[in-house]
């Protein structure tokens, strides 16, 4: 098994066990009963950050520092997954440049990368960076999974790696020999990072540009960095004493968040709703509260639609199609709409939770369709033609011609397939039954995308989208 399968077959192990600790953040090291152990170099996926000492008052951050772009040697290290062909950089006029970063946290030289994905046309700019600490299996799943929607409207993607370096040197060693990061590190790189990015050092990259706000996202494992980058958060300051980072997304995570002074936005899926993980407000249905749950009925914890390895299908049950990034696009949209203009996202209905798993094997309450009721309204499940449900299995046998990223094994994939959710499509019949013809459905699905767009449930950008599975569906 090469050093990027290893890493991601870690990843998956701390996912499943992320969902068994419910709203709790994971364990650090020496805590709930695990061992404390030293530090490795270049530490691999899936491991909590070591302690660090903060300063017992707020304190201005040290900025990272840019020496210059990297270009050579070789290639630079790829996003893990491909975004769809028509869908991608081409298509929205972006582009990547990928930068190495230094700097001394918790008392040691440290030296990684950030890479920049923007729009060519810097007049394109919207002012807006969502950035997000690398999944420690080697994608910017946030970028990913919002691009459609963030390279719409013109927003940077920055991302910073402070987990999975042998990924990289699996891919190119003599690019990223120079890589050091210890786990202690983590909170302070994404500070200085985030400091530097909002700076007028003549070493940041965009400098020259209009930002005006910053938020940092991140999906299961790196919501997980970003739940223990939340205290850093509240000493860790730019010159003016102001906030780094403006607002957080942690999605694909129930995590039990402290309370921090900018707007949050937390999105569990029906992974963890259904593992009976309850987020608990943290502000009450004030208006003046800061603190939002989006729970997504028909989405998993991890994406089956655009996640290349799910084909051929190593689950037992045929993949979900439902498209995450129309919930995880909402919820930024709404984020950065509250840190940028002021405008506070309404509260969205929770998924309904019965906790009776003998009838329908699910902690969720569902529908006569087997889906779940409640959460951020999604037009396929007011339109439904399937049913969406959590978790999947493993088939038995899986196939033997697996993607190398899923083939980890009768454990891993047993793993991953827990991870994601399962789609079983209606029966003709029951197409018929519910819409009488094809175009009759398609003009509910229509009808239901406007209506919920216009009461704030679903983007534009993604009508067509929607329209098009709509168009696929055989009656």
């Known amino acids: 098994m090469n050093l990027r399968a290893a890493g991601l077959a870690a990843v998956l192990a701390f996912g499943v066990a992320s969902i068994g600790w419910a709203q709790a953040p994971p364990p650090l090291a020496g805590q709930r009963g695990q061992s404390a152990a030293p530090a490795q170099n270049n530490a691999g ?4 950050a070591a302690p ?27 996003a893990l997954f491909s975004m769809p062909k028509g869908d991608d950089f081409d298509h929205f006029g972006y582009e990547a440049h990928e930068y190495f970063v230094t700097g001394t946290a918790n008392g040691q030289p440290y030296e990684t990368r950030i890479v920049i994905r923007k729009p060519k046309d810097d007049r394109r ?82 400098r020259a540009l209009p930002t005006r706000k910053m938020v940092l996202g991140g999906t299961s494992a790196s919501a997980a960095a970003l739940v223990r980058y939340l205290p850093a958060h509240m000493v860790y300051r730019l010159a003016d004493m102001k906030p780094i980072y403006d607002g957080f997304l942690p999605t694909s995570t129930a995590a039990e968040i402290q309370k921090v002074d900018v707007p949050m936005i937390e999105v569990p899926t ?41 084909r051929p299908n190593p689950c037992a049950n045929p993949i979900s199609l439902h ?74 046998p899986y196939p033997s011609n697996l993607h190398p990223w899923a083939d980890r094994g009768e454990a891993g994939v047993q793993a991953l397939c827990r991870l994601t959710a399962y789609q079983r499509d209606f029966t003709r019949d ?41 168009d696929k569906v055989e009656f």
Not at 57 to 71: F, H, Y
Not at 274 to 299: H, K, N, T
Not at 451 to 462: M, N, T
């Open 45 to 48: 996926a899936a491991q909590a």
């Open 52 to 78: 660090a000492n903060l300063p017992a008052t707020p304190v201005v951050s040290p900025l990272a520092a840019i020496s210059a772009e990297v270009k050579s040697p070789g290639t630079m290290f790829p």
């Open 125 to 206: 700019y919207s002012g807006l960076i969502l950035a997000e600490s690398m999944h420690p299996s080697g994608n910017a799943w946030m970028f990913h999974f919002t691009h459609r929607y963030t390279m719409d409207s013109g927003h940077i993607g920055v991302e910073i790696v402070t987990s999975g370096l042998p990924l990289f040197l699996d891919h190119n060693e003599a690019r990223y020999k120079r890589m050091k990061v210890e786990p202690a590190q983590v909170n302070e790189i994404i500070a200085q990072v985030g400091a530097l990015l909002k700076s007028k050092d003549a070493s940041n990259p965009l």
């Open 270 to 310: 029906m992974t963890e709703v259904g593992s009976g993980q309850l987020v608990v407000r943290q502000d009450g249905d004030a208006p003046s509260d800061q603190f939002r749950v989006y729970e997504l009925a028909g989405i998993a914890h991890l994406d089956t639609r655009d996640v290349e390895p799910f």
């Open 323 to 396: 498209p995450i990034g129309t919930g995880f696009s909402l919820a930024l949209s709404y984020l950065l709409q509250w840190v940028d203009k002021g405008q506070a996202p309404p509260h969205a209905a929770r998924i309904l939770v019965d906790r009776d798993m003998t009838n329908d094997g699910s902690m969720m309450a569902l529908d006569e369709h087997g889906n779940a009721r409640g959460g951020v309204p999604s037009v396929y499940v007011n339109v439904p033609v399937a049913q969406y449900a959590v978790r999947n299995e493993a088939a038995k």
């Open 430 to 470: 029951q197409l018929a039954t519910l819409y009488g013809t094809k175009a009759a459905y398609r003009a509910k699905v229509a009808e239901s995308f406007d209506a919920l767009s216009r009461a704030g449930w679903v983007l534009p950008v993604y009508k067509d989208v929607v329209l098009a599975d709509a």
